[in-house]
């Protein structure tokens, strides 16, 4: 199956900073990418939908001003959250689909574990 | 909207024992079905998928579902599970021709030796 890599796996920042999540889809080009986060023994919940060279797409209660998504090519998308607050901790979870070759599957990364101190 | 319920938040079983992971979900319009198995600090990796055709699914790792319309279920099954099954498992829909998944809140099944 394609390959979708996420870095950092996991960081730490002092409240107040912002981090920058990537996420690239290493052997395909990916039309569309969807950030997800994941509480403790939660489900994912959509967070955004991005398409490559245009804006993202939020979902319903998510904070657009606070988690700045950017998909600039067809292979990286990246999310950032700003100003972070201990209650953003928590696991980011990204996924990319080709609507070439496989509009049916969307393949993971291996998430990004933030927590904010 | 769709939405996905799995009706056992946690499943423990014995090596080399069957099991079953329910999963129901609602829907108005036709769905695709997946199931998705997530270890420790992993994102998700495809079990299988249900698009058309044979109610029937295998997938990877010996497990299997059968998509049920009447009931609206598709439940997850593996005749004999090993110890390296134990991990979070999330059953997720997406209306037909879109893109977005929407999951389940997973079962975490433990097997046990």
């Known amino acids: 199956g394609a390959v979708v890599s996420q870095h950092p796996s996991w960081v730490i920042c002092k409240s107040g900073t912002s981090v920058k999540i990537e996420c690239r889809s290493l052997?395909?080009?990916?039309?569309?990418m969807f950030w997800y986060r994941q509480f403790p023994k939660q489900s994912l919940m959509l967070m955004a939908t991005?398409?490559?060279?245009?804006?993202?797409?939020?979902e319903q209660g998510v904070e657009k001003d606070k988690f700045l998504i950017n998909h600039a090519s067809l292979t990286l998308s990246t999310l950032t959250v700003t100003s972070a607050h201990p209650e953003d901790s928590s696991f980011y979870i990204c996924?990319?689909?080709?609507?070439?070759?496989?509009?049916?599957?969307?393949?993971f990364g291996q998430g990004t574990r933030l927590t904010v101190v | 909207a769709q939405s996905v319920t799995q009706l056992d938040s946690q499943v423990p079983v014995f090596e080399e024992a069957p099991v079953e992971l329910r999963c129901n979900y609602s829907?108005?319009?036709?769905?695709?079905l997946f199931w998705y198995v997530q270890y420790p600090n992993q994102g998700l990796q495809l079990l299988l998928k249900?698009?058309?055709?044979?109610?029937l699914v295998k997938g990877i790792n010996g497990f299997e579902a059968e998509f049920n319309k009447s009931q609206t279920s598709f439940h997850l099954r593996k005749p004999s599970v090993h110890i390296s099954d134990t991990a979070e498992y999330f059953c997720?829909?997406?209306?037909?021709?879109?893109?977005?998944?929407?999951f389940g809140k997973g079962t975490k099944l433990t097997v046990n030796p």
């Open positions: 052997d395909f080009q990916a039309t569309t």
């Open positions: 829907s108005s319009v036709s769905v695709y």
């Open positions: 996924s990319a689909i080709s609507g070439v070759l496989m509009n049916t599957e969307a393949f």
């Open positions: 997720a829909v997406s209306p037909s021709g879109s893109e977005k998944l929407v």
């Open positions: 991005s398409n490559e060279g245009s804006k993202a797409t939020y």
């Open positions: 249900y698009l058309s055709g044979s109610t």
